[in-house]
């Protein structure tokens, strides 16, 4: 069993900033890539940023320069730092994580959280 537990949204003015926390734990064997991603109401879920084990990083256009994601391999956790939020960055943000575990050394599945809201007033 792979949980993905979120922590850190909540309601923010345009222009300040919130940290995003996600922590993956169970039975893992290895963490491939991890990521965020977001769900605002009446649009599809899309990817806001992604990191690998090696620390090579990707970004949606909208939030290049304002967002920073970071992780721990030996912690498995991975961080959102968001900065110069708009009231468009509100949404539900989910951690997601590519991962093989003990029982399945040889197979990469992909978890995900169970979202936290981000809701930035303008």
């Known amino acids: 069993q792979v949980q993905l537990v979120e922590s850190g949204g909540g309601l923010v003015q345009a222009g300040g900033s919130l940290r995003l926390s996600c922590a993956a734990s169970?039975?893992?064997?290895?963490?491939?890539?991890m990521g965020w991603y977001r769900q605002a109401p009446g649009k599809q879920r899309e990817l806001v940023a992604d990191i690998t084990s090696g620390g090579t990083t990707s970004y949606a256009d909208s939030v290049k320069g304002r967002f920073t994601i970071s992780r721990d391999n030996a912690k498995n956790t991975v961080s959102l730092q968001m900065n110069s939020l708009k009231s468009e960055d509100t949404a539900v943000y989910y951690c997601s994580a590519a991962l093989s575990t003990a029982q399945a050394i040889n197979v990469i599945v992909h978890y995900w959280g169970q979202g936290t809201q981000v809701t930035v007033s303008s």
């Open positions: 169970g039975s893992i064997r290895s963490i491939f890539a």
